[in-house]
């Protein structure tokens, strides 16, 4: 089954940097794209970044664009999200997706919180 599993979140001053991972396994990592979604309190979920299946594309939403790198290595079957200059509105639990057909998979997120 897909699993996805996130890990590298936690409390960072702002301005600070935090690096994501998303360790995928049951499917075809470099067959398929890969997305970083957020939540934050009382928001809807956004997507943040994408990355193509080769890793030779990218898309951010432009509220990181120029702050967040999304990248992945296809023989670790992982995915990143490097965060730098932190502010308090990036605070959110932050998810890895991956869309397989019709259907969406997520981790369980991961908390990032921007706070001095």
């Known amino acids: 089954q897909v699993q996805l599993v996130e890990s590298g979140g936690g409390l960072v001053q702002p301005g600070g940097s935090v690096r994501l991972s998303c360790i995928a396994s049951?499917?075809?990592?470099?067959?398929?794209?890969m997305n970083w979604y957020r939540q934050a309190p009382g928001k809807e979920r956004e997507l943040v970044a994408t990355?193509?299946?080769?890793?030779?594309?990218?898309g951010y939403a432009d509220s990181v664009k120029d702050r967040f790198t999304i990248s992945r290595d296809n023989a670790k079957n992982t995915v990143y999200l490097q965060m730098n200059s932190l502010k308090p509105e990036d605070t959110a639990v932050y998810y890895c997706?991956?869309?397989?057909?019709?259907?969406?998979?997520w981790g369980q997120g991961t908390q990032v919180t921007v706070s001095s």
């Open positions: 997706n991956v869309i397989l057909g019709w259907s969406y998979y």
């Open positions: 049951g499917f075809t990592f470099s067959r398929y794209g």
């Open positions: 990355v193509t299946s080769d890793g030779g594309g990218t």
